[in-house]
């Protein structure tokens, strides 16, 4: 059983089309890049994915089950806005996340904000955006899920925190788990990728093996993604 399946999926919104005949399956142990211009459809595969929409028709299957209270314990989700209340401090945060989510690992948590020197009693509006960041992926990262799903998580921040991120999800998701990465900053990502979707206007355009594109085109992923974007 495939651990995410889409099955002609459409979305519109006012009859307008975003998403269109989408047909996908996510298999277990990748790291699945997602990627796209921006408005090219990402962000709404994500939130159907996450039941925050409804499809207009199709269907989705996360481990052959449609997405609801269930799917909620499998998949960690990152969106692309802060969602933190930034009144909170960081202890207070993952005292949250600990009772809201059963699979949440507070000691690995606080394992891996001990690496980044953070005072476990600062308020989190008193954070660099930087920091944020990185301390958002360590809550999901400290999930032990088995579908992360993390929307843009390299806009905006500095090139040495990208790397910090990248190298945090490479060494922390679960064990047969999956990853999906979505983002429109290939050159950055591209190094821990196993798979590639492409996705323009709606559609999946491309999906492939990262090192099988890179062999056949003999170029590097973001120079395919430009030559197909015309970037």
């Not at 020197?117 to 008193?126: A, C, H, V, W, Y």
């Not at 390299?154 to 990853?179: C, K, M, Q």
């Amino acid at each position: 059983m495939e651990l995410l399946e889409c099955k002609n999926l459409c979305k519109e919104f006012d009859k307008t089309p975003i998403l269109q005949d989408i047909n996908l399956k996510i298999p277990r142990g990748k790291i699945i890049g997602l990627l796209g211009k921006n408005g090219a459809g990402k962000s709404t595969l994500i939130k159907l994915i996450n039941d925050l929409l409804t499809p207009t028709s199709g269907e989705i299957l996360i481990n052959g089950e449609k997405p609801g209270v269930h799917s909620k314990e499998i998949i960690a989700y990152l969106p692309e806005r802060t969602y933190l209340d930034k009144e909170m401090t960081i202890k207070q945060v993952i005292k949250y996340f600990e009772e809201f989510y059963n699979n949440f690992d507070a000691g690995k948590a606080l394992k891996l904000l001990d690496d980044l020197d953070l005072d476990l009693n600062k308020k989190i509006s008193k954070m660099s955006k930087g920091m944020q960041e990185k301390l958002q992926l360590v809550l999901v990262m400290s999930r032990n899920a088995e579908l992360y799903i993390l929307d843009e998580p390299l806009g905006g921040v500095d090139p040495a925190t990208r790397d910090y991120i990248l190298d945090t999800i490479l060494s922390n998701f679960s064990e047969g788990a999956s990853v999906i990465i979505s983002t429109h900053l290939i050159s950055d990502v591209e190094r821990i990728l196993d798979e590639i979707i492409f996705v323009d206007q709606g559609k999946i355009v491309l999906t492939s093996s990262a090192d099988e594109l890179r062999k056949n085109e003999n170029a590097s992923i973001d120079e395919v993604f430009r030559r197909y974007f015309k970037c």
